[in-house]
């Protein structure tokens, strides 16, 4: 008894690991086959999606996964405190606030934090020189070089509103079918045991 519940602890541990390692692997997959188009990516509608289907438990290991292996790729910049940041975020709102496959909630997060995306560019930059720039620069060295960014900017918000709106629906309806919502080892007392033995019961919902 005591064998079969590690070993099904141990397969349902190793499976979510795969899972995480796969989503993960997905974005940065994503975000290197669109890295020729200047911010245009499908990391947001991916990560978006992510936390709509699968809930928190994989959108958010996944999402700081994809930071960690970005900055292994590229070496340690401001960029990072934006990704350690920003990505987290955005899995952990779309899981905490898209039920029942709203499209339209959908759009809105995803122009919003593509907006907030560029302002949080903005800040982590200022934040690395600020040692260098006396207390009233920094505000208008924020100002100058958010409006230089700002048409990037502009088409990274409308680049994410299109695969979100392209993506979404089918993605999400994919990976439910795909993957578990929720792998768990429940713990339930063996009926008519006198020994106060346990017996483990793994539960599998899929969507």
């Given amino acids: 008894m005591a064998f079969e519940k590690k070993s099904r602890h141990r397969r349902s541990g190793a499976r979510y690991v ?13 975000k290197l086959a669109l890295s020729f188009v200047p911010n245009v990516e499908l990391v947001t509608a991916l ?6 289907a699968l809930g928190l ?11 960690l292996v970005e900055m292994a790729i590229y070496g340690v910049g401001s960029w990072n405190i934006l990704y350690f940041v920003y990505w987290p975020l955005l899995a952990a709102i779309s899981s905490l606030t ?11 997060i995803g122009a919003v934090g593509s907006v907030l995306f560029g302002v949080l560019s903005a800040c982590a930059d200022t934040i690395v020189v600020a040692a260098n720039l006396a207390g009233n620069m920094l505000g208008k060295y924020f100002t100058a070089y958010y409006i230089r960014g700002l048409y990037f900017d502009i088409v990274h918000t ?7 709106a392209l993506l979404y629906l ?15 080892i429940h713990i339930s007392r063996a009926r008519g045991l006198t020994d106060m033995s346990y017996v483990y019961v793994r539960e599998e919902q899929a969507l």
Avoid: E, H, Q
């Avoid at 990560?47 to 709509?52: A, D, E, K, L, Q």
């Avoid at 409308?158 to 979100?164: D, F, K, P, R, Y």
């Avoid at 089918?170 to 768990?184: E, G, N």
């Fill in 170 to 184: 089918p993605v999400v309806a994919a990976l439910k079918r795909a993957l578990p919502r929720a792998c768990f």
């Fill in 98 to 108: 898209l039920k029942g496959n709203r499209l339209w909630l959908a759009l809105i």
């Fill in 57 to 67: 438990a994989y959108a958010f290991p996944a999402s700081v996964c994809f930071c």
């Fill in 18 to 30: 795969v899972y995480v390692a796969c989503l993960s692997a997905l974005l940065t997959v994503s």
């Fill in 47 to 52: 990560i978006v999606c992510y936390g709509s």
């Fill in 158 to 164: 409308a680049s994410s509103i299109l695969t979100i």
